[in-house]
């Protein structure tokens, strides 16, 4: 079974900040997958990004990036020069390899300030 | 454009009634989904299928049906001994592969409240 855990309930920034969205998880198995997704008022999840346990190279993509650490099993989630588009539900999810069933974190609710 | 459609976006039952929400992907997925959404919480998962005519429970399926009769078919059924049907229901499909590594998309979610 996996445990995913977003403490950051809410967070708001000004708009061009920069800001981190973290999440811990647990798991037992030794191959597993990372998942962000955000889901934006209207309501439906965005898939943003997959990341496999066995790379942890970091990865950026335009001013969205994620590092990923085995061990402190972690997979933050930071929005460089934030834009009011960003404000949305964030979460955080994790497969084990061979399992059917995604367990999400609770979601992190981002507010960017114009 | 390939996609999964839910509908309809907003749903109002009187409590008692059954109801049965839609879902219909075309993206030639083997996988299908549906969760669950209450205010502040994550997803729980509802029902999975990764194929047709076959399909299991996830964490909270009490109160709830599926079938898969069609691959790009996956209706859930709200029953009225599901205690709290009020929620934000959403679908999603995925591939299916040995490696497990498979994103779900979703839909657009039908909200239903049930009064």
């Known amino acids: 079974a996996q445990k995913v855990t977003q403490a950051q309930t809410e967070i708001s920034v000004v708009e061009k900040e920069d800001v981190t969205l973290d999440c811990v998880y647990e798991?037992?198995?030794?191959?597993?997958?990372l998942f962000w997704y955000k889901q934006p008022p209207s309501g439906e999840l965005v898939f943003l990004i997959r990341r496999n346990s066995f790379d942890e190279q970091n990865e950026i993509s335009g001013r969205y990036s994620w590092n990923f650490q085995k061990s402190t099993s972690s997979f933050n989630f930071t929005i460089t020069a934030s834009q009011v588009v960003d404000s949305a539900v964030y979460f955080c999810a994790c497969l084990g390899f061979g399992n059917e069933k995604l367990t999400f974190g609770t979601g992190t609710r981002l507010t960017i300030i114009p | 454009d390939g996609g999964i459609t839910q509908s309809p976006k907003y749903l109002f039952r009187k409590e008692g009634q059954n109801v049965t929400l839609s879902c219909e992907q075309n993206?030639?997925?083997?996988?299908m989904y549906w969760y669950r959404q209450d205010p502040g919480q994550g997803l729980r998962l509802i029902y999975y299928?990764?194929?047709?005519?076959?399909?299991q429970k996830g964490d909270i399926a009490e109160g709830y049906s599926v079938s898969r009769e069609k691959k790009e078919s996956f209706p859930l059924t709200v029953t009225s001994a599901q205690k709290n049907p009020t929620a934000f229901y959403l679908c999603?499909?995925?591939?299916?592969?040995?490696?497990?590594?498979?994103?779900?998309?979703f839909g657009p979610g039908t909200r239903l409240t049930v009064t």
């Open positions: 299928s990764q194929i047709v005519n076959d399909f």
């Open positions: 999603a499909s995925s591939t299916t592969s040995p490696t497990g590594a498979n994103e779900q998309y």
């Open positions: 993206l030639n997925h083997d996988a």
């Open positions: 798991t037992r198995d030794t191959t597993y997958y």
